[in-house]
């Protein structure tokens, strides 16, 4: 008699789904995929963590529909309560940005540490560089595929749904329920094997008009963004900084900084500085060496003077 194994319920706090892999024409035998859900807790949380899910182990051919309809269809929650789904080495959003900047994180392309890339200058070419970066070319590819074992960030719309799916799973756990992968999603995802491919091929070869339209736009964004950059360097070599130096920049001197407006801004820094000559230890210590040198030097030239009418004195005596 053939033993049957026992599946547990959760292994080190992640909850098991027993997935059912639908058949296919060369493999005819039905295989079970073990999806793990656990609420997500990232080192350092975002605004949007607690009402997040965490997968691990997705299938491989997983995307946003599949895992929508998951959670709404087959594991009975309302529709429309899964707000986006973040699969693992996907280009984030621009609200995830915004959510990573509150929350105190480091850039795209930064690590906390700061030791997976280089940092990078703020300024008028990082503005630009963000901006190319999101003018990106068009897919080749209809849908992606995931490496085995991936993960995935399934973000609701408030924490009773993330809840509300943890117990969907405890209640197919307990119910012996059967999961089928994508059973009632044929024609809504993207097909895989040859078709796959011939939309790949179709992808990659653009007819002339919508070719020409993205090369336009994107040369024309890059133009503008040129354009504010050129305006930026010329405000700088004409506009004196704080302590009355200008910026030297590449690309010429287009209308050079009068001489008046450098000695404008510097006396106005003096204003600003006047009365915090003595702030500073070393600043006080400067001074009185300062006063020092000036006594002595005043002292010396006193000396002098004496010396001369001395000398004076005794070249013409009275007859």
Known sequence: MAQTMTIPFKIA??????????TLPSFRTQAVHYLYLHPHEPKIPTPITPRSLF???????????HIRYLCSKQLGIPSGRVEEVQFEGTRKR??????DVQAGLAPTGQTQNGKKSMKRKRGANETQVNQTDDMRLPETWDRPIWRSGSNAVVVFVDRTSMEAVVKA????????????????????????????Y???????????????????????????????RTRK???QRQEPDE???????????????????????????????????????????????????????KFEQDREKVRKMRERRGRFKAS
């Open 55 to 65: 997968l691990v182990n997705v299938p491989f051919d997983a995307t946003e529909t």
């Open 94 to 99: 621009p609200h995830q940005e915004k959510d």
């Open 13 to 22: 706090d992640y909850h098991i789904l027993p997935l059912m892999l639908p």
């Open 233 to 235: 360097l010329a405000r």
């Open 243 to 297: 302590d009355g130096f200008v910026t030297v920049t590449r690309g010429g001197r287009i209308g050079p900084a009068r001489q008046e407006e450098a000695k404008e801004r510097l006396e106005k820094q003096k204003e600003k500085q006047r009365g915090l000559e003595d702030f500073y230890r070393f600043q006080s210590r400067e001074k009185r060496k300062e006063r020092a040198g000036e006594l002595i030097r």
């Open 169 to 196: 799973v405890r209640r197919v756990q307990n119910g012996g329920e059967k999961i089928i992968w994508g059973d009632g999603l044929k024609g809504q995802a993207p097909a895989l094997g040859s078709q796959r």
């Open 198 to 228: 011939l939309n790949h091929q179709k992808m990659c070869y653009p007819d002339k008009a919508s070719l020409l339209e993205m090369v336009n736009s994107f040369m024309t964004d890059y133009a503008n963004q040129e354009k504010e």
